[in-house]
């Protein structure tokens, strides 16, 4: 896949309005149950951490991949 086929993707990801919707409950869920799950529980705790880091992170990447892709690039001085 090129870069430009990954850039158009990830368009088309976050053109989704489904996509956020899923993304946000999924992201709220993870942080409900951590905050929620029982205080001496310290592996729950830390798996729904890890799972709102994951959606965070797979956000941001998707975001990066439009954002870079949007910034225009400046050739090497002559």
């Not at 999924?26 to 890890?50: G, L, Q, S, T, V």
């Not at 990066?64 to 050739?75: I, M, Q, S």
Request: glycine share 2%; proline share 5%.
């Amino acid at each position: 896949m090129t870069d430009a086929e990954r850039v158009a993707q990830a368009r088309a990801i976050l053109d989704t309005p489904l996509f956020h919707v899923l993304w946000d409950e999924m992201e709220k869920a993870a942080i409900d149950a951590c905050i929620f799950a029982d205080p001496k529980d310290d592996e729950k705790r830390h798996a729904y951490a890890a799972e709102a880091r994951a959606i965070k992170n797979f956000r941001s990447k998707l975001n990066a991949l439009v954002g870079e892709a949007n910034t225009p690039r400046k050739g090497a001085p002559a």
